[in-house]
């Protein structure tokens, strides 16, 4: 199962969570998301592999200035306790 989020959202977790990795102002970052819907034309033909594709979402000074519609996709899952999460993988890159 699979479900969306706006991409804003959660580049401002990112960065609440990690300040260190922002506090050089003139440092951006591209970002990247592991997309579960989409999967390599040679994966696709193949058997239950669990492959994805990094899809590029743009730079995260874009991002946080944005009207917050990109949306983005991801796995849910369940946690330790049973309760359903919503997992992405998201990639940064200086």
């Known amino acids: 199962q699979f479900a969306n989020v706006s ?17 050089n102002t003139r440092k951006d970052f591209s970002v990247y998301c592991l997309d579960p819907l989409e999967s390599p034309a040679s994966v696709a033909s193949t058997s239950t592999s669990t ?3 990094s899809v590029a979402c743009g730079r995260l000074s874009a991002i946080r ?3 917050g519609r990109a949306m983005v996709t991801g796995t849910l899952v369940k946690d330790r306790v049973g309760h359903e999460a919503l997992q992405l993988v998201f990639v940064l890159c200086e």
């Open 65 to 67: 200035s944005s009207d």
């Open 51 to 53: 492959q994805t594709v």
């Open 7 to 23: 991409l804003r959202s959660c580049m401002d977790i990112i960065y609440i969570s990690s300040p260190e990795l922002f506090s």
